[in-house]
């Protein structure tokens, strides 16, 4: 399995059949995401989620509207010939969030911070994040944020108020975030498991909610298969 890096896609250059006029196709999508971890600006527009490549997000967000970064996958202590720079790479990231029109409201952290769950690799992230320009930061942990300690450095860091091992909610502009951790006891080839505790907070969680209100949910490993055949996260 490559190693994913960080990166905000630079759409532009991966554009096949433009058919939205969005700067992005899913073809082209697919082939960035075979060699990295695909970052998008996300907006909401009427109860329904837009995503953008940043590079082409000019013009697509309006006042009130509520937009969202999601990156993953830093793996700050990698250092192999896959990417043996990932601090430039995810400096590379910030640079395209700083360079959006509107700054975003927050940014989805969905895991791998780290690659060792060593305490600089943490630390070198946490102080180049501090750089960019969104209102706040939500996470949750990849595998390799876990390593050792059952995920106790984790929580401490980014977890604390959360319930278990490291899940939550909250509410923005009226749109509910689910964040679900699926990384713990990971078995190798295995897309993640909740587990009953973690589901039946969830049921508990969107039982009141609106039938009307938008739900993004969001994990470090899908929660289904896209393609089974590929290797690698899916």
């Keep these: 399995m490559r190693k994913r890096e960080e990166l905000v896609l630079a759409a532009s250059d991966e554009i096949i059949h433009d058919h939205h006029h969005d700067g992005i196709d899913r073809r082209g999508l697919l082939k960035c995401m075979a060699w990295a971890g695909a970052g998008a600006f996300c907006v909401m527009k009427g109860g329904l989620l837009h995503s953008y490549a940043p590079g082409g997000a000019g013009g697509h967000t309006e006042k009130g509207e509520l937009s969202f970064v999601p990156i993953s996958d830093s793996h700050m202590g990698f250092s192999t010939p896959a990417n043996s720079d990932v601090a430039a790479t995810l400096k590379a990231a910030i640079d395209k969030i700083n360079a959006l029109p509107q700054a975003p409201e927050f940014l989805l952290r969905t895991g791998d911070i780290s690659h060792l769950s060593k305490p600089e690799e943490f630390d070198n992230v946490d102080q180049m994040l501090k750089s960019a320009k969104v209102g706040g930061a939500f996470f949750v942990p990849g595998e390799h944020d876990v390593l050792n300690d059952d995920g106790q450095q984790y929580r401490e860091r980014y977890a604390r108020g959360t319930q278990g091992s490291g899940w939550y909610s909250f509410d923005k502009n009226?749109?509910?975030?689910?964040?679900?951790?699926?990384?713990?006891?990971?078995?190798?080839?295995?897309?993640?498991?909740?587990?009953?505790e973690q589901l039946e907070w969830m049921e508990k969680d969107v039982k009141l909610l609106s039938k009307s209100t938008p739900v993004v949910v969001f994990a470090h490993i899908p929660l289904w298969s896209v393609y089974p055949e590929w290797d690698g996260h899916r």
């Excluded at 009226?174 to 964040?179: K, L, P, S, W």
């Excluded at 951790?181 to 080839?189: I, R, S, Y």
Aim: hydrophobic fraction near 50%; charge should be positive; aromatic fraction near 4%.
């Design 174 to 196: 009226g749109v509910h975030f689910i964040g679900l951790v699926n990384v713990m006891n990971l078995k190798a080839g295995g897309l993640g498991n909740l587990g009953n």
